[in-house]
């Protein structure tokens, strides 16, 4: 006996909508392997609608003060808090996350990154007015882009759409959304919060495959294309944008070095570096995955790490004991279980490699160690929960290895010595570096990378900026 999957559908306008042609596809909740809805196959129709509404709402929403639009994003904070406990429902059906940690691991953070963009939204900052010029008077104008389409990916599907629709309609901006087309779920009960507070148009969400995703980049109408994605995506977004000087906003793959020196407090470390390593089952572009220890308490180091490991859990959304849970597609799963079948002969399993169970996409938590420097597995980012330990000898060899990727997002330094802190934070070729801690995030900070983890920044007052043109005004003071 089947059961009848929901429906989900595009928000365009002010209202919900199927495909113009009926077209879908079918929603996996990842921690079965079974179906569990349908959204829809979104194409040029679709887009077009969606980029047309938030072009007719885009000037009633640039023009309002900043305390109008402040008001908007704080009722949004307050009704995801309101209905958080849908958020997690849908959250939890698209990815499989433990429920306990998604409520509160992600429902706070979001709430108060909303609140800080509605705080930004009053604070714009631009080069004080006055005569750089005799007789002149000038002054700097921040002002909104226009349209913005974006796409968030499918391991953080609340929290980076989040990311990308706070800021952006803070500055004055409309949106139009891709969620990913495995993970629409919590993006279109986002919708009907969000589409019950601001005006029809301002907020739109289009579901879709990568098709759908470039229809958007490559459509007229938007100033601007955003995205949370792979280096691939990322790259086909900035070629596609530069056909018409679209601006592009990329936050892309990461392979975080983590450096661990011999006056290490080695409990501590491994209980940090396991945590920030398999949360999430290691799906986040910033997770501990790399490890670089020194050579001195190498082997005391990889057997604590892999006792660790051997100690954390994977399973269902309602197990209480579980750090993560599955991976999120099997494709994903097939990736993941491709590099540990890959690996060459002088590396070394010293925990998981293996699939768990036969229902879902689950991952065992896994530690390799023997690795060198040019092995796939170093170069190439997993996105699993999968832990790679390299043995250094001195800080120059621990930078070289450190930064001899080509993913420049985040990284770790733990010591107990402050000058070695302070000279890795400054050799280190990352967008964060942080010091004896991996992972945490606040919204006044920034995040974003260099190299082929993209540019632009989220959060923070450089991520709102992102969303912002500048007008240079200059008048005569004799008119």
Same mark, same amino acid.
């Given at each position: 006996?089947?059961?009848?999957l929901r ?17 879908t596809?079918?929603?996996v ?17 679709d887009?077009?609608?969606?980029m ?13 003060? =900043? ?50 963009? !509605? ?26 882009? *226009? ?9 953080? =599907? ?7 629709? !706070? ?11 891709? =969620? ?13 919060? /969000? ?23 490559? %459509? ?62 290691g ?10 220890? %020194? ?10 790490l ?5 100690? /954390?859990?994977?399973?269902?959304p ?29 590396a ?5 490699? %293996?699939?768990?169970?036969?229902k ?65 934070s400054?050799k ?9 801690? %991996? ?8 995040? *974003? ?15 709102f900026?992102?969303?912002?043109? /500048? ?9």
């Amino acid at each position: 006996m089947s059961t009848e999957l929901r429906r989900l559908r595009n928000y365009i306008d002010g209202e919900f909508r199927d495909a113009a042609d009926g077209r879908t596809t079918e929603v996996v909740n990842p921690a079965t392997g079974e179906a569990y809805a349908t959204a829809p196959l979104s194409r040029e129709a679709d887009v077009d609608a969606a980029m047309a509404a938030a072009e007719a709402a885009f000037p009633a929403w640039r023009d309002l003060v =900043p305390a109008e639009r402040q008001k908007a994003l704080l009722k949004i904070a307050d009704a995801f808090e309101e209905r958080a406990e849908e958020l997690i429902a849908a959250e939890v059906e698209n990815t499989g996350k433990p429920i306990g940690l998604t409520r509160s691991e992600e429902i706070p953070p979001m709430v108060d990154q909303i609140r800080f963009f !509605a705080g930004a939204a009053r604070m714009l900052e631009g080069r004080g007015a006055g005569e750089y010029m005799e007789g002149l008077t000038s002054f700097v104008r921040r002002e909104p882009i *226009g349209v913005c389409a974006q796409v968030a990916p499918w391991n953080y =599907p609340m929290m980076m759409a989040v990311w990308k629709f !706070a800021p952006a309609l803070a500055a004055g901006n409309t949106v139009v959304l891709k =969620p990913s087309d495995t993970t629409p779920a919590s993006t279109a009960l986002m919708a009907d919060i /969000i589409g019950s507070i601001v005006p029809k148009g301002v907020f739109n969400v289009v579901c879709g495959d990568r098709d759908t995703g470039r229809l958007m980049v490559e %459509h007229e109408t938007p100033a601007m294309a955003s995205i949370t994605g792979s280096v691939r995506a990322g790259m086909s977004v900035a070629e596609s944008a530069s056909k018409d000087l679209k601006r592009v906003h990329l936050e892309l793959g990461g392979k975080a070095p983590v450096v661990v020196f011999e006056d290490t407090d080695i409990p501590k470390a491994v209980e940090g570096i396991s945590e920030a390593g398999y949360f999430n089952a290691g799906q986040d572009c910033t997770a501990a995955t790399r490890v670089l220890v %020194h050579e001195s308490i190498h082997d005391e180091f990889v057997s604590a790490l892999a006792k660790a490991a051997s100690e /954390i859990k994977t399973g269902q959304p309602d197990d209480e004991d579980v750090l993560y849970g599955p991976l999120n597609n099997p494709n994903q799963l097939k990736q993941v279980s491709g590099f540990i079948e890959r690996l060459p002969a002088h590396a070394k399993v010293e925990a998981g490699g %293996h699939r768990v169970g036969d229902k879902g996409y689950f991952y065992a938590p896994t530690v390799v160690s023997g690795l060198k420097q040019d092995d796939e597995i170093i170069q190439q980012e997993v996105f699993g929960p999968v832990i790679t330990v390299q043995s250094f000898r001195d800080e120059d060899q621990a930078v070289e290895w450190a930064n001899g990727v080509e993913y420049a997002l985040a990284s770790s330094v733990w010591t107990k010595d402050h000058g070695r802190a302070m000279r890795m934070s400054k050799k280190l070729d990352f967008g964060c570096v942080w010091i004896n801690t %991996h992972i945490p995030l606040v919204a006044e900070m920034p995040h *974003g990378g260099f190299k082929k983890s993209g540019y632009g920044k989220d959060l923070s007052g450089y991520g709102f900026e992102d969303y912002t043109r /500048i007008k240079h005004v200059m008048t005569s003071l004799d008119a």
